[in-house]
């Protein structure tokens, strides 16, 4: 194991739900991202949080809402999401500082399979 | 801009023959250089990056990558196949210049090896 770890591993959703993902790290790092894992497509990086503060919204949809309470736990928070939102979002975190090799070796969970109906 | 491109969707190999898994990247400087690898059902593992030095690198599990600067390319690579090296492989691309250190990951290359 990687010491982050995703919950729920499977989500199935309809249109109209409203549902979190959750993700802790294990490892003491201080930066957490999520990324957007659909099949044949590069990975998207959708957030970046350092140090509990975010410091980069690669310009998602506000139907993603991510929140970092500490240092440890991230979730993405989902509301009216479409069918092409459907796809494995991942959690990761580093050790880095902003400006110095910031994000170089990504420790990630396993993801959660995010079905929309 | 940023990216990587994997110009091959799936690569497949016998056991005990060498692996190339292909990767070009486009930066507007120097670049970092990544591997990452997925197992299935898993998230990615860092396999090795280059920064700076020797155009060879040596990462887990066996693997290394040959850094070309006149061909842009940065293949990974491995002597001698395992089943068990049966996966999905990224390459990843960082601008040296950028503070944020954002990641430009490719498409993926999916490795199968045949016993």
């Known amino acids: 194991e990687t010491g982050v770890t995703q919950t729920p591993r499977h989500l199935v959703m309809g249109m109209t739900n409203k549902k979190s993902l959750k993700c802790e790290q294990h490892l003491g790092h201080n930066a957490m991202y999520w990324y957007k894992q659909s099949a044949k497509k590069p990975l998207e990086l959708m957030f970046v949080?350092?140090?509990?503060?975010?410091?980069e919204n690669n310009s998602v949809p506000s139907r993603f809402s991510p929140e970092c309470p500490n240092s440890s736990h991230l979730f993405l928070h989902l509301h009216t999401l479409q069918p092409e939102d459907s796809a494995l979002y991942l959690c990761?975190?580093?050790?880095?500082?902003?400006?110095?090799?910031?994000?170089?070796?990504?420790?990630f969970g396993s993801g959660t399979q995010l079905s929309v109906l | 801009a940023q990216s990587v491109a994997q110009p091959e969707d799936q690569v497949n190999v016998a056991e005990g023959n060498p692996l190339t898994v292909k990767c070009t990247y486009s930066?507007?400087?120097?670049?970092?250089l990544f591997w990452y690898v997925q197992y299935p059902n898993r998230g990615l593992q860092f396999l090795l990056k280059?920064?700076?030095?020797?155009?060879l690198v040596k990462g887990s599990y066996g693997f290394e990558a040959e850094f070309n600067k006149s061909q842009t390319s940065f293949h990974l690579k491995k002597p001698s196949a395992l089943v068990s090296d049966s996966a999905l492989y990224f390459c990843a691309v960082r601008d040296r210049g950028s503070t944020l250190g954002r990641l430009y990951f490719g498409r993926g290359t999916q490795l199968t090896v045949w016993p």
């Open positions: 990761a975190s580093s050790q880095d500082r902003i400006g110095t090799g910031f994000g170089e070796k990504l420790f």
């Open positions: 930066v507007s400087g120097n670049p970092y």
């Open positions: 949080y350092s140090l509990e503060e975010r410091v």
């Open positions: 280059y920064i700076t030095g020797d155009n």
